[in-house]
């Protein structure tokens, strides 16, 4: 249907329309439908039988005569608890009308509270007029509302199409017109929450993106009649832009001239909408009228809603309604806006405090000043001048920095800059690095730190004359003086002993317990490594690789191998004493992969052979890890471990662990113990390996528990990776383990690393989380650091910070290169300051806050009670939701939920992590998996958080077959599902198939080579390769995904109604979990009720 045809005249727009199971159908104009009375109040606020078929130009129509008393009089019973006068999680779903009816009781799963009785206001009928000025847009919505916005006032009373009925109560209740749409003024609203018109094209990305707030009409002009229903021709979306920059923008609609009066077609006048809601009309699945595509670039209903503008069928009973899931912000629509904003500008940084586009946006990055958000993503960009502010907002100031990330092909590495035996330049003070933040005074004779202010003279070779505008003429030749990240050669002073370190060294340590050789697992390794030494890291253009290599293996002893190139034979040296560990050999363990290949291949196909016949299970744990610090220790070189792991360290030996396993733990308060190491031994050889710059990496193939908690300390503190392949079978977990270790083997490693956070005055870090040791209160310690670590930083204010000069950041990373060379990297990034908070709501970035709060959550459950966790979460963000309420929204109702426009996403990704394992296990869900997770998530970085806890869900059968691109998302719940399609889910670490037991024969055959739905394999790990277009394509997509993530995806095949269907919703997020975690809608409305409560 065009939005500018009148509706067709057949049915009423009072008459309930065909659903899909499981949707309530707001009638036409957004009105409970199966609870009114048939007929009563004509056809909602549309032309009732014998009314004129057009208005006379400026006469306005006066409101139904009968209905519901005025508000002094109506009392509308809502039940116990409900969330608004429509039931249960309702808010009406389309614009506000003028007549309320009653609704039965709902029920509301957070607790219940009486409600306030629900005040509905006939609205003020006037003529059409001129759309308001911007002076007179106010962040008003008569239901559920964001807003990105700071507004003057609130509208005269008495103004506007038609006043907000708002519905005042404690308990978290949505008003009566909950349109959950960020909808700004002066431009068309993100689809997925207000997909209006059918047929209506994607919009067309412009501009700075202003408050997502809907604008009653303030004075000023003649008003529109208060009816519901789709624009007449020529009728415009909203007022003036607000001058609001910000994360998502959408289009300028076209506006009316000044007194343009608006005229229908002849016929039933259309109704027009209310003021409280520009923009697209909601309207469910289904829905007679201008109706909503069901997500963004698809234009296909679901199997069961009718074809969208086609005519309705007969009346049908209708559902209990709830609150719209496409009423309310959707991170697809977020995401897809953005995209479509500011995917095709490069980000250029040279201007301080920017919000960068969002981690799921392809963009590219130029330098000019400021480190690129690849390496360092904050919170917010506009940070408060002073602690009372920062105190009252609650929004955490952090920054998450990965200081090695890798960069796409086309942005350059940072530059190395090598200032001889002189060393970088430094402030005498501070120790802060040169940057183009420093301030040369005195003819270039003197600089200023920009970072404690104090004066320090340059060196006579460094020295260079000033430009006219102060600026040094050789700023541009010089990479620290012009760019936000370069890197220093060190000197000999930055290194231990005063000497230069050597290349390191991996050694590989192998358990060859009985579990390890009965799965396959030692001979598929052998034969891996064979090829895999060949593509040990280089440094830059080197040949071959600097790093030396080394060979374990064990089970209740260790055993040593001399791989000399000079021996025809490889020599093993059993060392049995594990409780005083040394190494038995120095000349001949660490060698040169190419000079001993012989001897390597040898020993590599002779270890399955010598321990085939074992019967040992025991195995020793520490001191594997004690050996191979020795090693490194004897031959003065830092380096890593492979460890190659199966089973619970049983055997007598340092670092001995018991199964504690316990279940009936959980959700009590000695929860928490699970999360932390059973024994002191561990921290203490983690800190033992940092000294020595030896980092872990830590391979588990358990068949039972393990007591990750306890084995993955030493990975965690000295800056290594665990990777756990439960119930390991070669056939099926091959790939994936081949893969995963390829990739860690291969990637580029910083060793022996010391970094350090600079402020400037006003602001300091107090507080540090990832995988990392720190032996002082400044200095982060990383035995290893990868270019896939995080290490997320927490800033607090010392002093007060000035507008003008902004605050600084920069972070220094003293590290070891692949080829033993002692470098610095430096990354500087200026933020802005602010003293009103709305700069501060205006600038956060969402997915940013959600990577910290999870850390600091997964850091909080090993020193208190999950609950109290969960609960410091869900009080945190409805403090900074409140504070932004009651500061810098325009006043309205208490009934109205109001989001930040840069926020409006923080309810749904804060459910996620909430429902996550760590938090509200399910009953499938092992102690050991949780353990591993929270180690997992402690060093993502924000790419990762925001795909793991809000995954992607992509349709493969909706698009066409010819269209190679990658299909656009769908929102992560089960309603999106059709029985007819199939999807894809991927959060970083699993990947899905689900295939509906609808899907047609032909698919089922191109894609799975079998002939029927029920000859699918569930469970099935591998696609066969076929050669047709479906089958490449969805191939090519899973190899596409899984390129982009840092750990191989295994793929899981899951038919619909099959057992491990309930793994794959368990990643259906915005849906209610087994384990009792709340539906998005649920979760909504429970922070509302808190907002609420906290406001009052």
């Known amino acids: 249907m065009n939005v500018n045809q009148s509706a067709p005249p057949v049915p009423p727009y009072g008459q309930p329309q065909p659903v899909y199971p499981g949707y309530h159908q707001s009638s036409f104009g957004g009105q409970p439908g199966s609870t009114a009375p048939p007929n009563t109040y004509g056809a909602y606020n549309g032309p009732v039988p014998g009314y004129p078929q057009t208005p006379p130009p400026g006469v306005s129509r006066a409101p139904p005569s009968s209905g519901v008393p005025p508000a002094s009089t109506a009392q509308a019973p809502c039940g116990q608890g409900g969330y608004g006068q429509f039931g249960q999680g309702d808010v009406q779903n389309g614009p506000s009308s003028t007549v309320q009816m009653q609704r039965l009781p709902g029920s509301q799963p957070f607790g219940s509270a009486p409600l306030a009785p629900v005040v509905s206001q006939p609205a003020v009928l006037q003529p059409c007029g001129p759309p308001p000025t911007s002076a007179q847009v106010t962040a008003q919505m008569a239901g559920m509302q964001i807003s990105g916005s700071v507004t003057p006032a609130p509208p005269p009373s008495g103004l ?3 006043p907000p009925t708002s519905l005042a109560s404690a308990s978290g209740n949505f008003p009566n017109s909950g349109l959950y749409s960020s909808c700004p003024q002066g431009q068309a609203p993100p689809l997925s929450q207000a997909q209006g018109h059918s047929g209506a094209q994607p919009p067309q990305r412009s501009a700075p993106q202003q408050a997502s707030s809907f604008t009653p009409q303030a004075s000023g002009g003649p008003r529109m009649p208060s009816m519901t229903g789709p624009l007449l021709p020529g009728q415009s979306f909203g007022g003036p832009p607000l001058n609001q920059p910000n994360h998502v923008s959408s289009p300028p609609p076209q506006a009316l001239h000044p007194g343009t009066q608006m005229a229908g077609p002849p016929g039933p006048p259309p109704p027009m909408h209310s003021s409280q809601q520009q923009g697209y009309q909601l309207q469910q699945n289904g829905s007679y009228g201008p109706t909503r595509g069901p997500q963004p670039n698809y234009g296909s209903p679901y199997p069961g809603a009718p074809a969208f503008g086609s005519q309705p069928g007969p009346p049908q009973p209708l559902p209990p309604k709830r609150l719209d899931p496409d009423a309310i912000p959707s991170p697809i629509q977020v995401i897809e806006d953005d995209r479509n904003n500011r995917g095709s500008e490069p980000f250029v940084t040279g201007v301080r405090g920017q919000v960068p586009p969002l981690v799921t946006t392809n963009f590219l990055v130029k330098d000019q000043g400021n480190a690129s958000p690849r390496y360092i993503r904050c919170t917010s960009y506009n940070i408060p001048c002073t602690s009372d502010m920062a105190k009252q ?34 402030c005498n003070r501070c120790k802060a690095y040169m940057c183009p933040f420093m301030q040369f005074v005195e003819g270039g004779r003197r600089f200023q730190c920009c970072f404690c202010s104090c004066i320090n003279d340059v060196p006579p070779q460094y020295f260079q004359h000033l430009d006219h505008t102060g600026k040094r003429v050789d ?10 990240s370069y890197e220093f050669l060190a000197t000999v002073d930055y290194c231990k002993n005063n000497k230069f370190p050597s290349p390191p060294a991996f050694i590989f340590m ?30 830059g253009g080197a040949e071959e690789s600097a790093i030396r290599v080394g060979f374990v293996t064990y089970n209740k002893v260790l055993h040593f191998y001399n791989v000399k190139s000079s021996l025809a034979q490889p020599q093993m040296m059993v060392v049995s004493d594990v409780a005083d560990m040394f190494v038995p050999l120095l000349d001949g363990f660490l060698v040169n992969v190419n000079e001993s290949r012989a001897v390597i291949i040898s020993l590599l196909d002779q270890i399955p052979e010598m321990f085939a016949d074992t019967r040992e299970t025991e195995t020793v744990f520490a001191p594997v890890i004690q050996a191979g610090m020795e090693a490194l220790k004897a031959a003065e070189c830092a380096g890593k471990l492979f460890i190659f792991h199966t089973s619970l360290p049983i055997a007598e030996a340092p670092g001995k662990l018991k199964n504690r396993d316990d279940r009936k733990l959980i959700n009590t308060d000695k929860e928490k113990t699970l999360f932390q190491p059973q024994t002191g031994t561990y921290q203490a050889l983690a800190k033992e390996c940092v000294a020595q710059g030896c980092c872990v990496d830590l391979f588990l193939f358990p068949n039972q528990y393990v007591d990750v908690a306890t084995l993955s300390v030493v990975p965690q503190l000295t800056g290594g990776s665990v990777y756990k392949y439960a119930c390991f079978q070669v056939e099926n977990d091959q790939e994936r383990f081949m893969s995963d270790l390829r990739r860690d083997v291969e990637k580029v490693v910083g060793f022996d690393a010391v970094m350090r956070v600079r402020t400037s005055t006003g602001i300091r870090a107090v507080d540090f989380f990832g995988a990392f040791y720190m032996s002082n209160t400044t200095d982060v310690e990383l035995a290893g650091l990868d270019g896939e670590k995080t290490v997320t930083v927490e800033f607090k204010h010392d002093d007060r910070l000035n507008e003008e000069s902004g605050a600084l950041l920069q972070c220094a990373l003293l590290y070891t290169s692949c080829g033993g060379q002692r470098r610095l990297r430096i990354h500087n990034l200026a933020l802005n300051c602010c003293t009103q908070l709305a700069d501060l709501y205006r600038n956060c970035e969402t997915d940013t806050l959600i990577n910290y709060m999870a850390k600091f959550a997964y850091r909080g459950v090993l020193n208190s009670p999950v609950k109290t966790v969960r609960d410091t979460l869900i009080t945190q963000c409805a403090q900074i939701l409140a504070c932004y309420r009651k500061n810098c929204a325009s006043p309205s109702s208490a009934g109205q939920l109001i989001l930040p426009e840069c926020m409006k996403l923080l309810p749904v990704y804060l459910n996620c992590v909430l429902k996550s394992d760590v938090l509200q296990p399910g009953a499938e869900v092992t102690t050991d998996d949780r353990a591993y997770v929270r180690q997992l998530v402690t060093c993502m970085d924000v790419a990762e958080t925001n795909v793991f806890f809000y995954p992607r869900l992509l349709p493969l059968t909706k698009s066409p077959i010819e269209n190679t691109t990658e299909p656009p998302a769908i929102r992560a719940s089960e309603e999106r599902l059709s029985n007819g399609d199939i999807y894809l889910l991927e959060n970083g670490l699993n990947l899905f198939i689900w295939v509906g037991a609808g899907v047609q024969q032909g698919v089922v055959q191109s894609l799975f080579n079998v002939s029927s739905f029920s000859q699918i394999t569930s469970g099935l790990s591998i696609l066969p390769v076929l050669d047709n277009p479906l089958s490449k394509k969805v191939r090519g997509l899973i190899d596409s995904l899984r390129a982009q993530r840092s750990r191989y995806m295994k793929l899981i095949v899951v038919k619909q109604e099959d057992k491990l269907e309930m793994l794959f919703k368990h990643f259906l997020v915005e849906d209610k979990s087994l384990s009792g975690g709340a539906s998005y809608v649920d979760f909504l409305c429970h922070m509302h009720k808190e907002i609420r409560q906290l406001l009052s």
Not at 398 to 426: C, F, N, Q, T
């Open 475 to 484: 700023a541009y030749d010089r990479p620290e003086l012009s760019l936000g």
């Open 160 to 162: 506007g199409y038609g």
């Open 393 to 426: 907002a609650q929004v955490p100031l952090a920054a998450v920095i990965k200081p090695l990330a890798r960069l796409p092909p086309e942005e350059a590495s940072p530059y190395v800059v090598d200032h001889g035996e002189s060393g970088p330049l430094r």
């Open 510 to 539: 192998i358990d060859v317990s009985y579990n390890a050789i009965r799965s396959g697992l030692v001979r598929l390794l052998c034969e891996e490594l064979k090829s895999l030494l060949d593509f040990l890291p280089r440094e």
